[in-house]
Antibody
Framework: QVQLQESGPGLVKPSETLSLTCTVS????????WSWIRQPPGKELQWIGY???????TYNPSLKSRVTISVDTSKNQVSLQLRYVTAADTAVYYC????????????WGQGTLVTVSS | DIQMTQSPSTLSASVGDRVTITCRAS??????LAWYQQKPGKAPNLLIY???SLESGVPSRFSGSGSGTEFSLTISSLQPDDFATYYC?????????FGGGTKVEIK
C-alpha cells in the first residue's frame, strides 16, 4: 500500500519561502507522476502542479511564477517550494499520486497545515 | 480555466436515502471527471474516475454518470459513513480544477 507523508514547517513568515517534502513509501517515485494540491481553511481544493516521472513539471498558471516542484530519487521524496508567501497561501497542503493512466489522484498524503503569519 | 460548479452546496438527507450531486463544467470535458469524498480533517479519497468508473474498493452504492458538461454522483442508499463533503475534479485540461464541494449532512 503506497503511503505519502508530508512534512515541513507549520508556520512561515510573509514574503518568505514555504518548503514542504512528501516522502513516498512502498513505490518508487520514478514510476508515477506526483502533484501538490492545497486547501485553504473551509475552502475548495486548488491544484498547484505536477512533476512527471520524466522529471518535467507543469504548474498552475496562477502560481507558476512562485512555485517549484522537484524530486529526490535517492530519498524517494517530492518537494514543493512556494516563494514570496502571503496570508492567502495559508492552507492544508497535500501531496498526491497521479493515476497511472489519467490525471486524477488515486493516493493522497494526510496533508499538512501551513500558516503564513508574522 | 475550466470552472466546475457543484450543486447543491449542502444537502440534508437521512440514512437509506438516494442522493444525487451535480457537477457542471464551464466547457466540455468529455468524460475526464473524478469524484472524491472528504471527511473533516482527512485527505480526499477517490471514488469515481472517467465520470463513471468505480475506483477499486469503493462500495457499489456510489455511481457516476454524465459527459460533456453535466455530471452527477449518486449514492443509492446513504449510509452513516457517507456523511462527508464531495468534490468533483476535471482533468480535461490544465490547470486541473475542482468544484466547490457538496456537504452531505444528516437530516
Amino acid at each position: 500500500q503506497v503511503q505519502l507523508q508530508e512534512s515541513g514547517p507549520g508556520l512561515v513568515k510573509p514574503s518568505e519561502t514555504l518548503s514542504l517534502t512528501c516522502t513516498v513509501s512502498s513505490v518508487s517515485i520514478t514510476a508515477y507522476s506526483w502533484s501538490w494540491i492545497r486547501q485553504p481553511p473551509g475552502k475548495e481544493l486548488q491544484w498547484i502542479g505536477y512533476i512527471y516521472h520524466s522529471g518535467s513539471a507543469t504548474y498552475n498558471p496562477s502560481l507558476k511564477s512562485r512555485v517549484t516542484i522537484s524530486v529526490d530519487t535517492s530519498k524517494n521524496q517530492v518537494s514543493l517550494q512556494l516563494r514570496y508567501v502571503t496570508a492567502a497561501d495559508t492552507a492544508v497542503y497535500y501531496c498526491a499520486r497521479r493515476s497511472a493512466m489519467e490525471s486524477h489522484f488515486d493516493n493522497w498524503g494526510q496533508g499538512t497545515l501551513v500558516t503564513v503569519s508574522s | 480555466d475550466i470552472q466546475m460548479t457543484q450543486s447543491p452546496s449542502t444537502l440534508s438527507a437521512s440514512v437509506g436515502d438516494r442522493v444525487t450531486i451535480t457537477c457542471r463544467a464551464s466547457q466540455s470535458i468529455s468524460s475526464w471527471l473524478a469524484w472524491y469524498q472528504q471527511k473533516p480533517g482527512k485527505a480526499p479519497n477517490l471514488l469515481i474516475y472517467k465520470a463513471s468508473s468505480l475506483e477499486s474498493g469503493v462500495p457499489s452504492r456510489f455511481s457516476g454518470s454524465g459527459s460533456g458538461t453535466e455530471f452527477s454522483l449518486t449514492i443509492s442508499s446513504l449510509q452513516p459513513d457517507d456523511f462527508a463533503t464531495y468534490y468533483c475534479q476535471q482533468y480535461s485540461s490544465y490547470p486541473l480544477t475542482f468544484g466547490g464541494g457538496t456537504k452531505v449532512e444528516i437530516k
